[in-house]
T-cell receptor
Framework: GEDVEQSLFLSVREGDSSVINCTYT??????LYWYKQEPGAGLQLLTY?????DMKQDQRLTVLLNKKDKHLSLRIADTQTGDSAIYFC??????????FGAGTRLFVKA | GAVVSQHPSWVICKSGTSVKIECRSL??????MFWYRQFPKQSLMLMAT?????????EQGVEKDKFLINHASLTLSTLTVTSAHPEDSSFYIC?????????????FGDGTRLSIL
């Protein structure tokens, strides 16, 4: 079945860039998403990329998609302590189920 | 933007009681809503897909009689945990998508933390 995998932990220093990686198996996903979850809260949609795009930039966030390798990454520039959270990679299409990765826990050291 | 409201945010109750959780789309109509369960430090587990006006589609292993889902209108879906027991304690999150064809991803509520004593 469909699977989304991502590394579990990432630790960076404040001001550095963070890169969170994700691989997926379902090449039919129309969209690929990045969500952020802070402790005790629901998921906040950070950004998403349509499957026919290679890159999307939104302020400090840059999403790169390599369809050939089924690899998705999220780069956070100038990482701040407020960026500490769990980041979920997910794939899905319109009205279809969304498959979530296990989440990457980002620690930002001051 | 699209806002999903989930209520209550935290419930503590005795074993054997039933608990209802509401999920509302505040500024859009949602033909489809999803209910997830999240265990500590784990990813989201899809429990069921709720479609307005029809029966929910449950994922394998999820008890339909235990987790009752009702989607009576385009803005409201409810999850009722019946005869709750301590093993049902978890974080429950709903999400909604705008009408099909609108090219929008899922929008999540803030979750409900359920603790059964």
């Amino acid at each position: 079945g469909e699977d989304v995998e991502q590394s579990l932990f990432l630790s960076v220093r404040e001001g550095d860039s963070s890169v969170i990686n994700c691989t997926y198996t379902d090449s039919s996903s129309t969209y690929l998403y990045w969500y952020k979850q802070e402790p005790g809260a629901g998921l906040q949609l950070l950004t998403y990329i349509f499957s026919n795009m290679d890159m999307k930039q939104d302020q400090r966030l840059t999403v790169l998609l390599n369809k050939k390798d089924k690899h998705l990454s999220l780069r956070i520039a100038d990482t701040q302590t407020g960026d500490s959270a769990i980041y979920f990679c997910a794939g899905g299409g319109i009205g279809f189920k969304t498959i979530f990765g296990a989440g990457t826990r980002l620690f930002v050291k001051a | 933007g699209a806002v999903v409201s989930q209520h209550p945010s935290w419930v503590i109750c005795k074993s054997g009681t039933s608990v209802k959780i509401e999920c509302r789309s505040l500024d859009f109509q949602a033909t489809t809503m999803f209910w997830y369960r999240q265990f500590p430090k784990q990813s989201l587990m899809l429990m069921a897909t709720s479609n307005e006006g029809s029966k929910a589609t449950y994922e394998q292993g999820v008890e339909k009689d235990k987790f009752l889902i009702n989607h009576a209108s385009l803005t409201l879906s409810t999850l009722t945990v019946t005869s709750a027991h301590p093993e049902d304690s978890s974080f429950y999150i709903c999400s909604a998508i705008i009408r099909e064809g609108s090219n929008q991803p899922q929008h999540f509520g803030d979750g409900t933390r359920l603790s059964i004593l």
